[in-house]
């Protein structure tokens, strides 16, 4: 098992910027590839961004690219999400997930937190 908690969601306007944290406790977290998703109200939870278990790979959806920047530490069992430039449509609740590999799909993760909301006012 792996437990996540997301943390550092908030209120921005827009242009703004914020870092969500994602701590991981259980199972070896270096194991794992990271990702991040996030949900709308009223649409599907949607991929943004994934780092490889080394940290070497990091994939990112074509709306966030030169924005938004994954990291991840794994002294500190921890994934960061920089958040730089937001925009109103970055609003949604942002999820953490853990699985074998990076991808878009949400039902290939095996973990998952359970949210921070992020609001981008404009």
Do not use: H
Not at 23 to 28: D, I, M, Q
Not at 73 to 80: E, F, H, L, P, Q
């Amino acid at each position: 098992q792996v437990q996540l908690v997301e943390s550092g969601g908030g209120l921005v306007q827009a242009g703004g910027s914020l870092r969500l944290s994602c701590a991981a406790s259980g199972r070896t977290f270096r194991n794992y590839a990271m990702a991040w998703f996030r949900q709308a109200p009223g649409k599907e939870r949607e991929f943004v961004v994934g780092i490889s278990w080394s940290g070497r790979s990091t994939y990112y959806a074509d709306s966030v690219k030169g924005r938004f920047t994954i990291s991840r530490d794994s002294a500190k069992n921890t994934v960061y999400l920089q958040m730089n430039s937001l925009k109103s449509e970055d609003t949604a609740v942002y999820y953490c997930a853990a699985g074998q590999v990076i991808q878009a799909g949400a039902a290939g993760y095996d973990y998952w937190g359970q949210g921070t909301q992020v609001t981008v006012s404009s």
